[in-house]
C-alpha cells in the first residue's frame, strides 16, 4: 500500500515549525490574554506547507467510490445518477440564497415550487395531498404512522395498538412503527418472496392499527394481491401504508393510491434523483389519500384563490416534525428532475429500471443462485453462487468486484437467505456498463472454481484489503496518537 498516496494522516506530514498559511498584520494594539485563559501546553495541530494539505486531501478524496466514478449496483439504496441540472438548479443563488423567515411576500417563487413539487407527487403516487416536511425515508414512515395514529384517534378508536409489518421488510419499517408506540406483528413470506395472504389475513382485528407493504417489495417481487390484501385491511377498520422508498419501477406504471393503500412515503433521495450516501441529504415525503389530508404536519403550502401561495398551520394537523418546510435543496433536485424528464420520459423511468435488473439477473442466473423464479421489478436477489462447492462466499464476490472498479451490491440483506446478494442497476445505466458487469461476475464465478483462494483473498487492487470488521467496531482507534 502506497501510504503516501492512501493510508496516510495529515498529522505524519507535520514537520516542525512549517507553515502553510500567513496571517494579516494585527492593527490592534497587542493585548496579552491573562495566564488562566492561557493553554498550558501548545495546541498539537499539524505543520504542513499549503501544497501538502491539498495534495494530501485531493489524494483522499480520490479514494472515494461514488455513482459519478463507477457503478453502483447497490440493492435496495437506490444509487442511481443524477443529473447535474438538478444540482446546478439547487445551487442557483435565487434559491440558495433564500432565509425562511423571509416574509411570505418575498418567497413566493419558493412556494410555487414547494406547491408544485406536492401536487407532481400526489399525481404520481395517487393520493389526495403531500406534504415534503419530513426529512427522510424513516422519518416519512414515522410521520405517516403519526397522521394513522391521529386518524384512529380522531374515531376514538383507542383499542389499535399494533402495526402489521412483513418479514421481508425494511429493518426502518418495524422500527418506525416501535417509535410510534405501536407493537409489531410480523407475516411471514411465501417461498415466492410474496406476503402470506393468509397469515396476514388470521392476524387482522380490531388491534391492528395499519398493514405496512413495500411494492415492489425488496426481494424485487410486484405484490399480486394488494387490492384483496387492502380490501381485509379496510373491511377490519385499519389503514393501508405504503413504503415507497424505492418508487422506479412503480413510476409511469401505476400508483399506489390506486391500488388501494391510504398513506405513502416517497424517498426523494433514491427515487427522484439527489445525491446521498453516508446518511444524507434526504427528503422523505408523504402523502395522504382524501380524507386523511387534515392530519397532515404543519405547515402546509397553500394556494389562495388570488393565486398566490402562503404557508399555514391547521389545528387538527400533527403538529411540526420538522423545521420550516423540510430540505428544500433536495426538493428543488426533485422537481428539476421530474420537469426535466417530464411525463412522458417518467413513465420510461419503471420500464427502463425493470428491463436493466431482468438483464442482468437472466446473464448471470446459470452461476449465480438464483432463490425466486419470475421476472423481477428493479431488484433482484441471489442466493450466492450456484456451485457452493467451491466455499466462494457472497462476501468474496463483493469484495473481488472492487478490483474490477465496481461498487459490491448489497449484501446478505434481505435476511432470507444465507447469501443475499441484492442487485439494482437503476434506469440510468446503458447496455454496455451492464453487460462490462455481467462479464466481470462471470469472471469472478469461474475464478471460484478454477481459483478460489484468488477470489477469498480479494479485494488485490484497493488501498485496504481486510479491515478486521470486529476488531474495528469493538475497539475502534478513533486518534492518532492511539496508533502510535
Ligand atoms: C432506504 C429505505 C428506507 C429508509 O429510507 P431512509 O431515507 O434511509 O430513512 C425505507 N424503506 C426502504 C424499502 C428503503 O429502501
Redesign the pocket.
Known sequence: MNRELYGSLIFEHSCKGRRGFSLPRNPYKHVELPEKLRRSQPLDLPEVDEPTVVRHYTNSSNNNFGVDTGFYPLG???MKYNPKINDEMAADPVISRLHPLQPVSTTQGALEIYYTLQQALSEIGGMAEFTLNPF??????LTGLMTIHAYHDSRSDWARTKVIVPDS??G??PASAAVCGYKIVEVKSLPDGTVDVDDLKSKLGPDIAAVMM?NPN?VGMFEKHIPEIAEAVHACGALMYY?G??LNPMLGVCRPGDMGFDVMHI?L??TFSTPHGGGGP?S?PIGVRKGLEQFLPNPRVVKLADGTFDVVCEDSALGRVSQWLGNFAVEIRALSYIMSLGSENLMMVGKLATLNANYIMQALRDLYLLPIEGPCKHEFVFDGLKDKSTGVTTLNVAKRLLDFGFHAPTIYFPLLFHESLMIEPTETETRETLDRFIAVMRQIAGEAASDPELVKSAPHLTPISHPDDTEAALHPLPTYRSLL
Open positions: 435496495s439504496c437506490t427522510a425515508g424513516a422519518h416519512g414512515e421488510a425494511h426502518t419499517n413495500t425488496t413504503d422508498a424505492n424517498n433521495h433514491k434526504g422523505g
